[in-house]
């Protein structure tokens, strides 16, 4: 009923950028917090950065100051824009967004993932 569709990973050498998108699609009424995760190789997932419907943004230490989280209300769309990119940024990037389908309360919803990888 609800698919979040991640896009724009791939190859980049370090100091390059990337930007990801996630669009939520479906019979959606709202959607609350939306937010990007990452599991690199061998570790275990690890939160980047969420925005409230509002716009507020939180990020993790390792990533503030390089990457920025940006959404689209009227598209269900959120972003990150990452930049100065390191080979430690390589990662699945996942999306997952709290939303609310018609007719029903809240639930988590997560993307299938996008390979970002950074060559040293």
């Known amino acids: 009923q609800v698919q979040l569709a991640e896009s724009g990973g791939g190859l980049v050498q370090a100091g390059g950028s990337l930007r990801l998108s996630c669009a939520a699609s479906?019979?959606?009424?709202?959607?609350?917090?939306m937010d990007w995760y990452r599991r690199a190789p061998g570790k275990q997932r690890e939160f980047v950065a969420s925005i409230t419907r509002g716009g507020s943004t939180n990020y993790a230490v390792s990533v503030k100051g390089r990457f920025t989280i940006s959404r689209d209300n009227a598209k269900n769309t959120v972003y990150l824009q990452m930049n100065s990119l390191k080979p430690e940024d390589t990662a699945v990037y996942y999306c997952?967004?709290?939303?609310?389908?018609?007719?029903?309360?809240?639930?988590?919803?997560w993307g299938q993932g996008t390979q970002v990888t950074v060559s040293s």
């Open positions: 997952t967004a709290q939303i609310s389908l018609i007719g029903s309360g809240y639930g988590d919803y």
């Open positions: 479906g019979s959606i009424a709202s959607i609350l917090d």
